[in-house]
C-alpha cells in the first residue's frame, strides 16, 4: 500500500500497554482491528479511503483503514485484487449511448438494466455502471443514459449525475477504434 495515512490513530492506554506483535517493536502504531493485536507502523498494512472506490456494497472486514500483514493476506488481499482487476475491465468497457446509431456487435445482453444516482461526476456515473456490469460479467454497457440536475445549497448550485445502462457482452474483435 503507497497511501499510508495517519489514521487509526491509537490511544494512549494502548501505546503504553504493549510492543509490536509481529517485530517485537515497542513503538506500538495501532491494533489490528481484525485480530486485535497490537503492531508498529511497518508492520502494518494500511488501505487509502478509496481503495475499494467503485464497490458500493463494500463488506466491513474491507472497511477498516489498516491491518496487520498476516490479516491483510488472509482477508484483504485476494478481495483487492479481484476488485483490481475489475475495476481495470470496467475502465475498458465498451459504452455505448442511447444515440448509438452504429450497428453494435452483440454477444449477449442482460434482461434488467443498472441504475447510479446521485454522483457528483460525469465519468464517475459512466464508469459505475461499467463496473456494475463487469461485475454481471459483460465487458460493456449499452442504451446508456447521463442526466445532469442542478441542485440548490443554500447560495450555490451543484450537479448531480443520475445514469442508467443495460450489461451487456460484445464481440471485442468486430470493435475496431
Ligand atoms: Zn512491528
Ligand atoms: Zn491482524
Known amino acids: 500500500m503507497t497511501d499510508r495515512k495517519q489514521k487509526g490513530e491509537v490511544p494512549v492506554s494502548l501505546l503504553l500497554a504493549s510492543h509490536c506483535a509481529s517485530c517485537e517493536s515497542k513503538k506500538v502504531k495501532a491494533s489490528c482491528p481484525l485480530c486485535e493485536q497490537t503492531f508498529c507502523n511497518s508492520c ?8 475499494f472506490f467503485l464497490e458500493t456494497s ?20 485476494d478481495a483487492f485484487t479481484l476488485y483490481q482487476e475489475n475495476a481495470a475491465k470496467a475502465r475498458e468497457a465498451f459504452v455505448f449511448f442511447t444515440t448509438q446509431k452504429k450497428g453494435i456487435p452483440l454477444i449477449r445482453k442482460a434482461n434488467q438494466s443498472i441504475q447510479i444516482k446521485d454522483n457528483p461526476d460525469r465519468d464517475e456515473t459512466i464508469l459505475r455502471l461499467a463496473y456494475q456490469a463487469v ?13 445532469s440536475e442542478k441542485q440548490r445549497h443554500g447560495g450555490w448550485q451543484k450537479m448531480k449525475w443520475s445514469g442508467t445502462a443495460l450489461p451487456a457482452t460484445v464481440d471485442e474483435n468486430k470493435m475496431n477504434y
Not at 461485475?135 to 442526466?147: M, P, R, S, T, Y
Request: charge should be negative.
Open 44 to 51: 502494518l498494512e494500511w488501505l487509502s479511503d478509496d481503495a
Open 58 to 77: 463494500r463488506p466491513a472486514r474491507l472497511s477498516h483503514s489498516h491491518y496487520c500483514c498476516d490479516c491483510f493476506q488472509s482477508e484483504v488481499a
Open 135 to 147: 461485475l454481471q460479467g459483460h465487458n460493456a454497457i449499452i442504451d446508456c443514459e447521463v442526466k
